[in-house]
C-alpha cells in the first residue's frame, strides 16, 4: 500500500472540528472539478509535500494538546487504505478524528466509518446544478448515499452549502434546505462564497456573494426549516 499523500497542514484551529481544538491535514486528490475550488493545488493525486512519517511524529507531540484531527482535501477518502490506515494510527493516539468530505465515495465512507466521530458534508447545489459546479454526473447521487449512510451511523455531522451565486440562487438555497428538512438533517452550515481567484471574482460581485446573508426573510425562512443553521459569512 503506498503512503498517504498530505498536501497541506494546518497546525491549530478552534474552527474545522465543532467544539475542539484541531489540526487540519489536506490529502492530495479529489474526483471533483468544483468550478469555485480554493485547493486546485490539490486536485492530482501526486507526491504530498509533506513526508507522512514526520506529521505523525508531529502528531505524537500534540497529544494533549489538541483533541482532533481532521482529514480534508482534495477529497481524503480518495486515498482509499492509506488515509484509512493513516486516520487509524491518528484515531489510536487518542484524537477524535473529523472528515471534510463531498461524499463521492460513500463505499470507502462506511469502510471509514468506525474510525470517524464527525464529518461535514458538502451539499454544493441543487441535482440539476450539480454536474455543471462539480463537472461530475453521478456526484450528486454519491453525496446522497454518503448522507443517507452517515445518519445511518447515528454519529454527529454537519451539511455545508457554499453559495456560490454562479450555481445557487435563493430559490435553490431553499430548496436544498428544504430537503435536508426531508432528510431529517438537524445541523446546516450556509458558507459565503469567497472568489479566491482574480477570474472568479470577475464573474460575481460582493453584492452577490452577500445576498444570502443580508436578507432577513430568507434567513428566517431557513431557520424554521433546520433551526440549527450556522452562518458562516
Ligand atoms: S470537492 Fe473540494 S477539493 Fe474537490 S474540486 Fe470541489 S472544492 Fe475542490
Redesign the pocket.
Known sequence: MRDIQIGGLVSFTTIDYPGKLAAVLFLVG?????A?????H??NVGPGEYDPEKIYQWLQTRVGKLEAVVFS???ALMQGDATISFMRRVRELGFAIGL?T?G?YPKMLERAAELVDWIGL?Y?ATREKYESL??NAIAYDNMIQSLTFWQSTGKDFEVRI?CDPRFIDKSDLIAIVRDLNARGVQTVAIQKYIAHFEDDAHKTTPEMREQFFNDPALRDQISALVPNTIWRE
Open positions: 479529489c474526483p471533483l472539478r468544483c469555485y475550488c480554493s485547493n486546485p490539490l486536485l482535501g482534495g477529497e471534510h463531498n463521492f458538502d454544493k462539480v463537472g457554499t
